[in-house]
Nanobody, 130 residues
């Protein structure tokens, strides 16, 4: 599985930005797509997780109501729509294809702590600054 994130940039507080993650490879090799971010000097944190069928979608509390994860299966692309951006949303954003043990639900917590494997793509930088 290979992933490539794009769409980052420099925006002002309150602006919107949409990130894209193109996924190639067999969908049988993973259970969900997750978005993560890492700010300078901080650990990588989970932002959003969506299962293959979108039956399970999860957001970090810090982005709930502002970010939306979606997918276009025809384009093999998963999006992260980010609205009302704040300076604390700045960082390198990564998408990952995540596999779980059976019965494990895709959540921001499980894709960070209870995953079996994660395939990473290169990140895209988001800077929110006035």
């Amino acid at each position: 599985v290979q992933l490539q994130a794009s769409g980052g940039g420099l925006v002002q507080p309150g602006d919107s930005l949409t990130l894209s993650c193109v996924v190639s490879g067999s969908t049988l090799d993973y259970d969900a797509i997750g978005w993560f971010r890492q700010a300078p000097g901080k650990e990588r944190e989970g932002v959003s997780c969506a299962s293959q069928s979108d039956e399970q979608i999860s957001y970090a509390d810090s982005v709930m109501g502002r970010f939306t994860i979606s997918r276009d299966n025809a384009k093999n692309t998963v999006y992260l729509q980010m609205n009302s951006l704040k300076p604390e949303d700045s960082g390198v954003y990564y998408c990952a294809a995540v596999t779980f043990s059976p019965q494990t639900v895709c959540t921001v917590r499980t894709m960070t702590t209870l995953y079996k494997h994660r395939y990473w793509g290169r990140g895209t930088l988001v800077t929110v600054s006035s």
